[in-house]
C-alpha cells in the first residue's frame, strides 16, 4: 500500500478546521480543499477530492475540491458503482492513480 507523509503544517490545519468548523458541510468542503491542496503539493500534479456520504442505502456528495471532483463523484452514483462506492461497500482503500488510464470500470 502506498504511504504518503504529511507535513506538520496539514496537521496543524486540520486540527484548525476541526475547532473552527461552525457546521458539517463547511468542515466537509474544506477538509476536501485542504486534502486535494496538500496532496496535489506533495505530489506534484492535481488532486481531487470528494467525500460520498451512505444514509439509509442512499448515497449523496456532500462536499468537494473542485468541480471535477463533484461530477467525477455523482457519474459514480448514476451508474451506482465506482472507486468510492465500492471503499464504502467493502470497507477497503481504493487507490485510483489516474482516472483516464484506469480500467477497472471502463463502460464500452
Not at 457546521?23 to 470528494?50: K, M, P, Q, W
Not at 439509509?56 to 456532500?62: I, Y
Request: hydrophobic residues 35%.
Amino acid at each position: 500500500m502506498d504511504q504518503i507523509t504529511l507535513d506538520t503544517s496539514v496537521a496543524e490545519q486540520l486540527q484548525d478546521l476541526v475547532i473552527s468548523s461552525e457546521d458539517v458541510n463547511g468542515f466537509l468542503t474544506e477538509l476536501c480543499e485542504l486534502s486535494a491542496a496538500a496532496l496535489s503539493r506533495i505530489l506534484g500534479r492535481d488532486i481531487s477530492c470528494a467525500v460520498t456520504l451512505s444514509r439509509h442505502h442512499r448515497t449523496t456528495t456532500a462536499a468537494w475540491s473542485n468541480p471535477e471532483a463533484r461530477l467525477f463523484d455523482e457519474i459514480q452514483h448514476s451508474f451506482g458503482e465506482g472507486p468510492c462506492l465500492h471503499a464504502m461497500t467493502t470497507g477497503t482503500t481504493v487507490l485510483v492513480r489516474d482516472t483516464r488510464t484506469d480500467r477497472r470500470r471502463r463502460r464500452a
